[in-house]
């Protein structure tokens, strides 16, 4: 079964700076699927990133982006010149083949500093 | 453009018993599926489905069914709430490509006293 670690359930980071959010996951599988999920305190879960195993270039979106490392598995979560929006938890997110089934991180909560 | 949609969003329930979470999707997406969200930790998987009438068991299908007899429509019923059960439940919908993220519901914060 696919497991998703994310090691630090909280990171704090000054308003304009850039953070690091890590993610590590065990698979056998080659081919998959990464997510970045966002939460803020409404609940509702937001697709903040997405990144295809079979793609070495990582992926960026706006001030997001991606450091997969396949061989490592490792999928890390960079935020640039972060806002007091960027606050929130963060779920790290593995999907294979089989596109029913997602395997969550336990979460990693960001809080801004202004 | 609803999406996906829970009903409902806060729901009491007294030990031993039951109910049922609707979750409806207007997107035509085939796969749906039920997680549930405990403080401190991230969702976890109960059942998931592939299409209308397949439904297949996740991470933690105890205590919990589900049924899919039509594309838009994903109900989880709790057959006898416990406490243990107290928990934050998201329905998720995807199309049929693993590419593609998961839609999520707005949640449902669940009680059993």
């Known amino acids: 079964a696919q497991t998703v670690t994310q090691s630090q359930p909280e990171m704090s980071v000054q308003e304009a700076e850039t953070v690091t959010l890590s993610c590590t996951y065990d698979?056998?599988?080659?081919?998959?699927?990464l997510f970045w999920y966002k939460q803020p305190p409404s609940r509702q879960m937001i697709l903040v990133i997405r990144?295809?195993?079979?793609?070495?270039q990582n992926a960026t979106e706006n001030r997001f982006s991606v450091n997969f490392q396949k061989a490592a598995k490792s999928f890390s979560l960079k935020i640039s010149d972060s806002q007091l929006g960027d606050a929130a938890m963060y779920f790290c997110?593995?999907?294979?083949?089989?596109?029913?089934?997602?395997?969550f991180g336990d979460g990693t909560t960001l809080t801004v500093k202004p | 453009n609803a999406g996906v949609t829970q009903t409902p969003k806060f729901q009491v329930l007294k030990t031993g018993q039951s109910m049922t979470l609707q979750c409806a999707q207007d997107?035509?997406?085939?796969?749906m599926s039920w997680y549930r969200q405990d403080p401190g930790m991230g969702l976890r998987l109960i059942h998931y489905?592939?299409?209308?009438?397949?439904?297949d068991q996740g991470e933690v299908p105890n205590g919990y069914n589900v049924s899919r007899s039509t594309t838009e429509d994903f109900p989880l019923r709790l057959l006898s709430a416990a406490p243990s059960q107290t928990s934050v439940y998201f329905c998720?919908?995807?199309?049929?490509?693993?590419?593609?993220?998961?839609?999520f519901g707005q949640g449902t914060r669940l009680t059993v006293v």
């Open positions: 998720a919908s995807s199309k049929g490509t693993s590419r593609t993220e998961a839609f």
């Open positions: 698979t056998s599988e080659s081919d998959y699927y």
């Open positions: 990144q295809e195993a079979y793609k070495q």
């Open positions: 997110a593995y999907r294979n083949t089989n596109a029913g089934k997602s395997t």
């Open positions: 997107m035509n997406h085939e796969y």
């Open positions: 489905s592939v299409g209308a009438g397949i439904t």
